[in-house]
């Protein structure tokens, strides 16, 4: 049994080269945030939660590798998050980063723009989720819906 988890594991990691992997298999992100950001951790936690091993970077100005990463100002939120060779920015769900990485799409990365109730790290409890998109974004700045979640 450990054998074929290790098999699974190894060939998980020749279909993705250039991702980092944790010592369970997952990749491994690394999220560039402020270190006062409530709704960050949060994020960083849903991560977590979801099998991801997640490297922190307190930063004091996360625009900065908004900018250095290529992402789009027009989809900037409050943290900024890399996966191999992939871009993660805002709030976006691990289901939908999975599916990524899966899938392995040409393109920049995901991202969720502004803060919007309801997205994993900004839930309030007795508050409405808002609806939102996951936009999967090119290098040029071009960008489509890659999953919408209505409001609830």
């Not at 949060?42 to 939660?49: E, F, G, I, S």
Request: a positive charge; aromatic letters at 8%.
């Amino acid at each position: 049994m450990q054998r074929r988890i290790f098999l699974h594991a190894a060939m998980l990691a020749c279909a993705m080269p250039g991702i980092g992997f944790a010592k369970s298999g997952q990749p491994v992100i690394e999220v560039f945030k402020s270190a006062t950001c409530g709704c960050c951790t949060q994020w960083v936690d849903h991560l977590r939660a979801n099998g991801f091993k997640v490297k922190e970077k307190n930063v004091p100005n996360t625009a900065a590798y908004r900018t250095k990463l290529g992402v789009p100002a027009s989809l900037g939120s409050c943290h900024t998050g890399t996966i191999g060779a992939y871009v993660l920015e805002g709030h976006v769900p691990a289901a939908d980063i999975k599916r990524l990485l899966a899938e392995k799409p040409k393109a920049k990365g995901l991202a969720v723009p502004g803060m919007p109730m309801g997205s994993p790290g900004m839930e309030v409890a007795g508050e409405p989720a808002d609806a939102y998109d996951v936009l999967l974004f090119q290098a040029n700045g071009k960008s489509t819906v890659y999953r919408h979640y209505a409001a609830k």
